[in-house]
């Protein structure tokens, strides 16, 4: 007899335990989005920012974090840089604080306006 109500017990339980794991179904998937949307790219974005850090060298121009655009006058070595900012300027900054690079080859910065209104004028 205790054989049969041992069996009425278990089978209570398995219909609770399911209806609590329906429960965190939601939860779960919630967890699932979230990491797709949110952290997987994050990610992402940080190795990217981790190899551009790493490719810095000399001559490159770049764009620090507070908007100010200088050339790379010297890596000095993996968390620091040496900017000049204007002519005979330098400051140190860390590579961190790098946001984008502008130009890899400034030497190369040939430019073309593909626009045909300069400085508001047609070209005739």
Known sequence: MLFFISQVFADGN???????????????????IMYFLLIRPQQKKQKQH???????KKGDKVMTNSGLIAVVDSVENDQEVIL?????????????????????????????NSNPQVDGHKKG
């Open 50 to 56: 981790q190899a551009l850090i790493a490719s810095i």
């Open 84 to 112: 000049e900012i204007a002519n005979g300027v330098k400051c140190r900054f860390l590579k961190a604080t790098i946001m984008n690079v502008i130009n890899n080859n400034p030497t190369d910065a040939t430019t073309t």
């Open 14 to 32: 398995t219909t609770k335990q399911s209806s609590s794991l329906l429960s965190f179904l939601p939860m779960i998937a919630f967890i699932a």
